[in-house]
């Protein structure tokens, strides 16, 4: 596989990054995260989830950003009960949660414009 060379590929492909690693530090900040065994199975499972979506994005797999779509679909769904919750418990969790979801739709909507322009 060769790295895309289209620019919105690549920029997106970076937010993708930038969400996994705001998703790393909001698990090292999440004392009952780390304390809980399936809470840490599941948030190293989605954080390399995260990571493969965004290195498939810099090959350029084009199909990729529904899957991103259908996954940022479904987690906005739950998105406003957790960082609810997070606000009164853990208001800088709320914060990076707000921040990978921002960065992430970013993502997604690079991804789409470029399909549009084609």
């Known amino acids: 596989m060769k790295i895309s060379l289209n620019s919105n590929f690549i920029k997106s492909s970076n937010l993708i990054f930038i ?3 705001l998703g790393i530090i909001n698990l090292l900040l999440s004392p009952e995260i780390i304390s809980s065994q399936k809470g840490l199975k599941t948030s190293i499972i989605t954080i390399l989830l995260i990571l493969t979506l965004g290195v498939l994005i810099r090959y350029g797999v084009s199909w990729i950003k529904y899957i991103l779509l259908i996954l940022i679909i479904l987690g906005l769904f739950n998105t406003p009960a957790v960082i609810k919750y997070m606000l009164i418990y853990n208001p800088i969790n709320a914060i990076i949660i ?3 979801s921002l960065v992430q739709i970013s993502a997604t909507v690079l991804l789409f414009r470029n399909s549009i322009k084609e």
Do not use: D, P
């Open 98 to 100: 707000i921040l990978q």
């Open 19 to 21: 969400s996994a690693l």
